[in-house]
């Protein structure tokens, strides 16, 4: 008799197409997509360019809307939700990290991090002291007062995991997110996203171009011809 714990599905998401028009034409992106993620799950999706990971994570996110199918996340389909439930949705559910950071240039890290609160309604000075433990963990108490233009792009990219980890999402979406760094700083950002993964138990999907870092993940999916297959 097995003694591992069986873990439930966080997103599900079922015959998901995306078409664009293109003026006269269309372009299929996504093909009646099946994909089940389970909670706590570290999930890599590989492609090449233009393959549709990009589209696929926006539409998880809700950012964009499926042409037909749909994704639900912690039981609630979320393109079924209005404009302003969606976002609120992604605030409470979803975090993101990209390939460009997105910090906004203006505030210190702590401001960053910390912003996803301060949206909600938190008081700055609260959201401070949350956002301020999540700098701490990725190794950069020492910087929660420099501005982006002040950190190395390592260490813009651990302030970027730690605002999408700020507010205890189920799931964090990471598009390319060691795309615009050398391989040493990459990798060193990959095992915080793991470490962060096993202690937090938050769900991680990541689309990459790069094998040998989706390797680092518990599943790797290639996407390819607007499916998702085992790598």
Not at 41 to 46: G, N, P, S
Not at 57 to 77: F, R
Not at 89 to 116: C, K, S, T, W
Request: overall charge negative.
């Amino acid at each position: 008799m097995s003694n591992s714990v069986k873990r439930s599905p966080i997103i599900q998401i079922e015959q998901l197409s995306r078409v664009y028009s293109d003026g006269a034409s269309e372009v299929q992106v996504l093909t009646d997509l099946d994909l089940t993620v389970e909670k706590g799950e570290q999930l890599a999706i590989v492609g090449s360019s233009g393959s549709g990971k990009s589209t696929l994570l926006h539409l998880i996110g809700g950012l964009d809307k499926p042409s037909s199918g749909k994704v639900t996340i912690d039981g609630t389909n979320i393109h079924s939700l209005s404009a302003k439930a969606q976002g609120e949705f992604r605030n409470q559910h979803i975090g993101f990290v990209y390939q460009f950071h997105h910090l906004l240039p203006e505030f210190e890290a702590q401001d960053n991090v910390a912003m996803p609160l301060i949206i909600r309604g938190m008081k700055r000075q609260e959201a401070h002291k949350i956002a301020n433990k999540l700098i701490a963990r990725v190794g950069l108490e020492n910087r929660k007062t420099h501005k982006p233009s002040e950190l190395s792009g390592g260490e813009r990219q651990r302030i970027a995991f730690a605002r999408a980890l700020v507010t205890e999402p189920d799931c964090v979406l990471a598009d390319e997110p060691t795309g615009n760094l050398d391989h040493a700083t990459a990798n060193q950002v990959y095992e915080l996203m793991c470490e962060l993964n096993r202690e937090m138990g938050t769900t991680f999907i990541t689309v990459t171009h790069d094998l040998e870092l989706a390797g680092k993940m518990q599943r790797q999916l290639h996407l390819e011809d607007g499916q998702l297959k085992a790598l």
